[in-house]
Structures are given as C-alpha cells and as structure tokens.
C-alpha cells in the first residue's frame, strides 16, 4: 500500500469500526469479508465503480453494467467462493431509460452466467457510479491473502498488463488501429474473473489476491499481509506477445506491473503443490504459470530488484 | 410509486436481474432482500446517499456517516430483523484526512450502539456518494410489505414531516432561528431508526415500511404490495405541536405527507392486536399511534380523499 493514501485512508480510520461480532471471521484488509451464518461462511465484498475514474465515461452501458459485476466476481474468485447474491447501488445524472436497459443486459447477463441473482438495491439521482456488493459461499478454506510461506511459489493467472493497454487503444488508436489490436481491447473492457480458477485452488494454493491494481501493488498485499518477500522472475514473468507488440519492451513491462484491471489471480502454493495447481488450472481451464517464489523478508522484487517502490500500482489518490 | 420514474426504472429493467436462486426467499421490491443460508434468514438491504441529493453539501462528515448507517438500519428495522454486519463504498472528491475521521467517527458510534460490524468496502476517487450495504438476520417472520389486509389497522411511529422540516430549518434559518426549532433538526440530522420497534413487532404487524420517501408515498407502497386501501383519518394522523407551530396547518400537513428522510415505521395490524401493538411499542420505547385502517380497494385515502396523486412524496426524478 506504499504510498497509497486511499488505503491509508480506509486503514486508519474505516478499519475495525462499529461493534465486535463472533461472527465476523475476517474483517477488511482481505478481497472480501468473511461472515458466519450458521452454514458455510459467507465472503463479502462491496465495489464501486466511478465514470471517468474507474471506466471511460463513453464506455457503453452494457460493458458498465458488465463491469460492475466482474469486479465484484473477481473478489469472491480471489477467496476461491461461490458467487450467490448481489445488491445494487445505481446513481444516475438522469432516468435514461434505454441506457439502464442496455447497464441491465450486461449485468444481467453475467449474472446468469455466474449463478449469481441481483436480489435489490437502490436507483439514485447523481454522477454515474456503481456501487455493487456481492456475497458469496466459502467452497472450503478460504483463500486469503495472509497465507503464502517462504519456499511456495508464486503463480499468475492469464497476461497481466493487457487490460491496461486495452484501455489506452480504446481512448487513443483510430478505427482500424481499435480492431487491429481488438484482443487487448477486450482485456479491458470485458475482464472475465477467474471464478472456477479460484475454487479449483481451495485447498492447494496458500495465498491468493485479484489483480485488479497491477501486479506489483497487489503481489505487494499478499506480501504485506503474509510477512514474506516475493521475488518474481523477469523471464517466467514474461508480458504477452501482443502485449509486447503494442506496447515494447519496456513499457509492456510498465503496463504488467502498474497496470490495473485485469482481474487475474496472483496467488502462491507450496512447491509440492505444482501438479495440483497445474491439474486445477486445467480443470479451471485457465492458464497459470509460475513466476516466482517467496522468501523471508518483505516487498516484492523483479529480478533481485525491488519494485514496489517503483511501480505502485494503480491508485486513485496518487497521479 | 405513481409517476416516480426512478422506481420504475428499477421495477422493469432491474428486478429479477441474474440467476434464480432457491436460497433467494425475497427479490427487489420490499425494504429488504430475504435470503436464507442454514440459519435463520438473511435480511440484506444497500442504500446511496449522494451529496446534494440526499445531504445537503454542507452537513458535517460525522452527521453524513451516522446517516449513512442510520438509512440502513432502518429497512432492517422495517423487516424486524437484528443488524449484523456492513460494508461502506465510500466516494471522496479528495483523501481529506480530517473529513473521514469524522465520518468514520459518526458512523462508528451508531455501528457499536446498534451492534454492526463494518467489515469491509472499498473507497474511491470521485464525487461524494456513500453507498452501504447492511446484511441483517430475520428475528422471526421477516415483517414485509406485502401483508397487509382489509380490516387491519394502520400505525405510524413518531412524528413524520419533521425531517423535511427540519431540512429546510438547517437550509434556510438563522442561527438564532436554528437554535429555536432545535428539535426539527435533530429530527433531520439524526433520524432515529425504529430497529428496536421493528423487532418488538415481529409476529404482530402484518406490514410494515420506513418511511423515506414520505407517509403517502410509503403507506402507498404498502397499500400496492397487499393490493389493499390505507385510509388515513386526519384527526388521528394530526401533525407534531412544534411542526405545526413551525408550518402552519397545510404544510405542516404537505410535510407530514410529502416530506421524507424520517425513517419512522409505518405497519399495519390486525383489529384483535392493538393491545400487542401498544405493549411492543412500550418494549421498544418509541411512541405509535393508530392512524387509519386498512380497507378493500387500493390506493391512500386522508380523510375519504385519494391522496398518493397530490403527494406523491419524495422522488429523486420528479421535481
């Protein structure tokens, strides 16, 4: 969270408020909250979605309402959960109707799709933001991020850094430029949380968080909260072909490391998990590859460096 | 919800979004979903509040995180349900410090007098909007919108029209006017959800409602979910002595019928349960009266004159 004053925000004066419940299992600081209700505890997550902050404001409205769920999804994905309800807070400038019905498509149909029903809310008047809560079922052991031991390996799911180079081609590149480089577009606008990754890993990884503030700030969480450094390997960790072709070498690098949004898992295993990562990856049908280890000690490193520092990540509050 | 487009917006593009659940005993359209997950039932309701909409602009941060949490509680408290636990999406124009230590500070007293944990949420860059989510569990038969019938009696708590009132005191008057009608804007500043009455009234009230858009346009929310007629009797429905003295006799009436942001209860119950009533509200310590009865037909009624058309009560897209 260095340098990152939204979370010093919420760490200094939003943690630990209001009363101290036995049914709380895990409070903030996680991709989600961790109740108990008598059944399999409960993971619940809250987030929101600003216009010109969070998406361009001339993303379409289905993708916004698409959007608005992924992100929600990715955080029960992160605890390895099954995704069940969602409640939706809407603020709109004005009642345009065929715009909530095309947010409604979106969202809907990734709902369906997830097994997830929108089960109420609350339509407001005000400037476009999306507030979305989910809450979803543990599957077993949730994954946290306080987990990972020196000596596990780190993993990462799909090509990090994409989304980001999706959002620069959607904002700057012409037409043809905009279908040439159509799958990085689509990174960005239509992420696709590893839900059935997540679940597959209950069980066999020991730590696991969603990217959706880069690499480095959000393997930085898994290192904060777990007490141990993770040391991550320049050319396991290599960026994507097309990534590399659109962006070079060096800024590719840039967008996998402080890019945010592309709701991968980063997530790390004993070393003698390999062949169940693998097996559940395959079961996932999701691509992994390791990209590192963890050791004693703190931060995150690139090749022997450290890059927290450097490459913060996305973070509202700091330009 | 008579020409209140916002509601119609969410009734036809945003209800029934996503999958079918059978742990989803109760959709959109009461003041809580219901769900079930092996213990008693869930009750889970989400509210924004936007500045300038919900608030005005210059409310102190404490008042802003104690009504954030206070709009919340109160659809529990008009489920009968007990509050648990709650996540907070929290969008801030800037990381001022001092602003979010108060707000934390306001809503942090009422989550510890009301036992709610805050577990989580997610704060944001943007223009000031509080969304939060509160999930409760059901103390017994969650008490609904839908249960009233003809013959029933209608029941208000406190004094509605005072939060309106008392909204124009804090826009309008001068200090020393200020300090004169202190008790209008308390009840402005720091509504007082009924959670205790709406618990008291579990397996008594066959309907119940908060009232947040006004006393016509709730007790019309009642009257449409049963497929019923509330009619109201103005002498018994009298507004408050101070919000009289304020108003004068026909706003003071305007505000009682029109006005929101009370967050008192109003439900109905059976002939053969007033003495249940009253004895719950002695356990709860909150003041109820018996305002009109339930008949055939559909529609509010003051004084054998259809009302819900003349006062459709707040609502965000209708000036």
Redesign the interface.
């Known amino acids: 969270m260095a340098g990152c ?6 760490d ?3 943690a ?6 036995d ?2 299992l895990l ?4 991709d ?2 961790i ?1 108990q ?4 505890p ?1 993971l ?11 998406f361009p404001a001339d993303l379409p409205a289905y993708w916004v309402g698409y959007r608005a769920l992924a992100v929600n999804l990715s955080d029960i994905a992160a605890m390895g959960g099954e995704p ?8 709109l400038p ?2 345009d ?1 065929s715009w ?2 095309q ?2 498509s979106g ?2 149909r990734l ?2 799709a ?14 476009l ?1 999306v ?1 979305l ?1 989910i ?1 979803g ?1 543990a599957t077993g052991a949730p994954l946290r991020r306080d987990g990972a031991h020196a000596g596990d390996r780190v993993w990462l799911s799909g090509r990090p850094g994409e989304a980001a180079a999706g959002l620069a081609v959607w904002q700057q590149e012409g037409a043809r430029e905009q279908a040439r480089w159509q799958g990085l577009r689509q990174a960005f606008i239509a992420p696709r949380p590893r839900v059935a990754l997540g679940q597959a890993l209950v069980g066999v990884a020991s730590a696991a968080i969603d990217l959706s503030d880069g690499l480095a700030a959000d393997a930085g969480h898994i290192a904060a909260r777990s007490g141990v450094a993770l040391h991550l390997d320049p050319p396991r960790g290599r960026p994507s072909a097309r990534l590399l072709r659109w962006a070079g070498e060096a800024e590719a690098r840039r967008l996998q490391l402080g890019g945010g949004d592309d709701y991968e898992l980063c997530f790390t295993a004993p070393r003698e998990a390999d062949v169940m990562v693998r097996a559940a990856a395959r079961r996932a049908r999701t691509p992994v590859r390791c990209i590192g280890e963890v050791h004693e000690g703190e931060g995150v490193w690139w090749g022997g460096e450290p890059i927290l520092d450097r490459a913060a990540g996305y973070c ?2 700091v330009s």
Chains 1, 2 share one sequence.
């Open positions: 004053s939204e979370f010093d925000l919420i200094r004066h939003l630990g408020l209001g009363a101290e419940r049914d709380v409070g903030p600081g996680d989600a909250a109740t209700d008598g059944g399999r409960l619940m997550a809250l987030d929101t979605l600003v216009e010109g902050v969070h069940c309800w969602a409640l939706l807070g809407l603020t004005a009642p109707e909530v019905a947010f409604a969202l809907g709902a369906r997830s097994g997830v029903a929108v089960i109420g809310g609350d339509v407001t008047r005000g400037p933001t507030s809560q809450t079922r509202h509050f």
